[in-house]
Structures are given as structure tokens and as C-alpha cells.
């Protein structure tokens, strides 16, 4: 399995930009990875998710045309640029792996569709 390691939390205001880095090690990168987050007393929700070659990308609804999700196989990382940032955006954000190549359809947005996992980042959005 992939060991991922995230990073580039931290405070913004809203309306602010961050971006997060997930740096990847251990087996190969020729996998969909995904970002997920999780608020305190919910649930882990699923962000976006993008192929191997980062030719396909999918997100849910409430970041599109906020958020993208990139990755670069060179240095094997996979990035999540947020703009446009809200109070409701803050949550501890998670790097995920599947062990396929391509996007999981359709269970792509569960969590059990991931068989690895970063420590995850907090980032926090003032108002």
C-alpha cells in the first residue's frame, strides 16, 4: 500500500486560498487517488477524485468551480488547490488511495472505496 503523507493545512479568512499537498511513497502512483474531509461530529465526506494520468477528475457539488484536484506522477503528489475558501470548508482533510488505476464507479464517494490513507490536515476558515 501507499503511505501518504499530507500537508499545507492551516487558518485562512474566508474568501482566502490554500493548497494541499499529499506526498505519496511506497508502491507505485499509477492509482486514483482521492481527497476527503471531516468536520467534528460528522461523517468523512468525499471531495473530489482524479484518474492515474489526471485526465478524469470528479467532485461533489459543494466545491466545483472552487476547488481542483491535480497531481503530478513525477514527484508522485496530488495537490487540492481551495479558493474561494468558507467557514463550512473547515474539517480535517484526508489524501486517500484506491488500488486501481481508475476512477471507482459508482462508489466512488464512499471511503471504503480507499485502501490507504494520510494522517490528514486541518484546515480552519475564519469568518
Known amino acids: 500500500q501507499l503511505q501518504l503523507v499530507e500537508s499545507g493545512g492551516g487558518l485562512v479568512q474566508a474568501g482566502g486560498s490554500l493548497r494541499l499537498s499529499c506526498a505519496a511513497s511506497g508502491r507505485t502512483f499509477r492509482v486514483a487517488m482521492g481527497w476527503f474531509r471531516q468536520a467534528p461530529g460528522k461523517e468523512r465526506e468525499f471531495i473530489a477524485t482524479?484518474?492515474?494520468?489526471?485526465?478524469?477528475?470528479v467532485y461533489t457539488d459543494s466545491v466545483k468551480g472552487r476547488f481542483t484536484i491535480s497531481r503530478d506522477n513525477a514527484k508522485n503528489t496530488v495537490a487540492l488547490q481551495m479558493n474561494s475558501l468558507k467557514p463550512e470548508d473547515t474539517a480535517a482533510y484526508y489524501c486517500?488511495?484506491?488500488?486501481?488505476?481508475?476512477?471507482?464507479?459508482?462508489?466512488?464517494?464512499?471511503?471504503?472505496?480507499?485502501?490507504?490513507w494520510g494522517q490528514g490536515t486541518q484546515v480552519t476558515v475564519s469568518s
Open positions: 482524479i484518474n492515474w494520468t489526471g485526465g478524469s477528475t
Open positions: 486517500a488511495a484506491t488500488d486501481t488505476p481508475y476512477i471507482r464507479m459508482p462508489n466512488y464517494k464512499s471511503p471504503d472505496a480507499y485502501v490507504s
